[in-house]
């Protein structure tokens, strides 16, 4: 986000501390109050995308800024979601029973998500998910828990 005097970001007009956010062009995702919020770059009062009980958090846009993947906890361990980035109802992607959490999307358009599901040891691997298909494919990396892909594809850059 801008680091500029005049940018401020409101959540129910009240300015504050806002996470994990995530940008495509002049739109901006983050976390606060356990819910997804959007808002223009340039600040403004911020549009409540969510509004489950449960939290959403670790949101990602789509390399063609019209879907939105975040990691929510609505039926018990924390897995992977879609929505469209103007909003509407979330689809569930992954069924893993355990913590996936989303790290961002590859430029071919699948979710690259972190998680526990495919490891035989208590290290996270790194995976993905195509959203049309729900197909999977995991790296073969132990203990990588964050990545992002170069725009070509071609290079993973993980820790």
Not at 35 to 57: M, Y
Not at 115 to 130: E, F, G, M, R, V
Not at 131 to 136: D, I, V
Request: net charge negative.
């Amino acid at each position: 986000m801008p680091n500029s005097s005049h940018t401020q970001i409101e959540v129910d007009g009240i300015p504050g501390y806002y996470r994990y956010p995530t940008i495509y062009q002049n739109t901006v995702v983050f976390t606060a109050e356990g819910d997804l919020w959007k808002v223009c770059r340039k600040g403004g009062l911020a549009q409540r995308l969510t509004t489950h009980p449960g939290s959403e958090s670790h949101a990602a846009i789509s390399p063609d800024g019209r879907t939105l993947a975040f990691s929510a906890q609505y039926e018990g361990p924390t897995e992977v979601y879609t929505m469209p980035l103007q909003g509407g109802l979330p689809t569930r992607m992954t069924y893993e029973g355990e913590e996936a959490w989303v790290v961002g999307w590859t430029p071919d358009g699948k979710i690259l998500y972190s998680t526990k599901h495919y490891s035989t040891l208590p290290n996270t691997q790194l995976a993905t998910i195509d959203p049309a298909t729900k197909t999977h494919c995991v790296f073969p990396l132990s203990q990588a828990n964050d990545g992002v892909f170069t725009p070509d594809g071609e290079t993973l850059f993980f820790t």
